[in-house]
């Protein structure tokens, strides 16, 4: 209750209602106060006034009423639904495993790469390599121009980039949102765009970008000596998906070309 918003004083309480006469709820929802947000079929997403849910949910028409659960983000909980927790702490395989000594390597759009989840227990970073093609030219960063403040990368801020979730997903080190390899060294080449769905040819990412991007992070984890996973949270409805695509063919030659290679794709 202590979230539910007011509205000049009183009380709303959003709910989901199911009804058999669309027309009428909806009529009886405005004579109560409220007010209708979405009508999917026989749902109807609306905000009542608390005093008045009780006598709207006795007229025949109305079959149930539903509040309308609080969500919020579950990352701190899908560790244990994954069971990534029982192979954190050993349980599963007899051995901690936290990403220690492994490169996560991220093809996306934007990464904030100051964000204090990617910091190691020393209390520098563990983003070993960063990437970005700016007017066609490709510019580098190293974990050393990141710590001194040098690298030519902008640093996208705390703004939402999927590019910082994924990252934060597979390699974060939040204490309550803890990644799945949070001791990994992390690796981040952008995509040529931010956007790939337009038909703006000026503004699309294509494969060849994909396939030089994870190479690229292969080629920084050999000199590391590291083993590597690379994450593709991206794709296309283009082509058999069989394997049989130049592109398929490039990334498998990729992943096999020696051992500690793998790739992750949505």
């Known amino acids: 209750s202590k979230s539910l918003p007011e509205e000049g004083g009183v009380v709303m309480v959003p709910c989901l209602i199911k009804t058999i006469d669309l027309d009428n709820t909806l009529e009886a ?26 006598s ?16 919020s983000s579950k990352m701190d909980t899908a560790r244990a639904a994954g069971e990534v927790d029982v192979v954190q702490d050993g349980q599963a395989l007899g ?12 093809v ?5 790469y100051g964000h204090s989840d990617f910091l190691g227990a020393d209390g520098n970073t563990r983003i ?3 990437m970005q093609h700016i007017n066609g030219e490709a510019v580098e960063c190293t974990k050393k121009t990141i710590v001194n403040g040098s690298c030519e990368i902008e ?15 597979a390699a974060g080190g939040n204490d309550v949102y803890t990644g799945v390899a949070p001791e990994a060294d992390i ?13 703006d040819t000026g ?53 096999s070309a020696q051992v500690g290679r793998a790739i992750v794709n949505a």
Do not use: W
């Open 29 to 54: 929802i405005d004579r109560s106060g409220g007010t209708v947000g979405a009508v999917a079929g026989k749902i109807i997403s609306a905000s009542i006034p608390r005093g008045e849910i009780l």
């Open 56 to 71: 709207l949910s006795k007229l025949p028409i109305i079959l149930n009423i539903e509040f309308a659960a609080p969500l």
């Open 95 to 106: 051995l901690a495993y936290n990403g220690k000594n492994v490169v996560i390597g991220i």
């Open 108 to 112: 996306d759009d934007g990464l904030d």
């Open 128 to 130: 070993q390599y960063v």
């Open 155 to 169: 640093d996208e801020g705390q703004g939402f980039l999927h590019g910082t979730h994924v990252t934060g997903i």
């Open 187 to 199: 690796m981040f080449v952008f995509l040529d765009v931010e956007d790939a769905y337009t038909s």
């Open 203 to 255: 503004s699309t990412s294509f494969g060849t970008n994909v396939l030089e991007s994870a190479s690229t992070i292969f080629d920084k984890a050999n000199i590391m000596d590291k083993a590597a996973v690379v994450n593709l949270s991206l794709g296309t409805s283009i082509g058999a998906h069989d394997g049989t695509s130049l592109l398929e063919e490039g990334l498998t030659e990729l992943t």
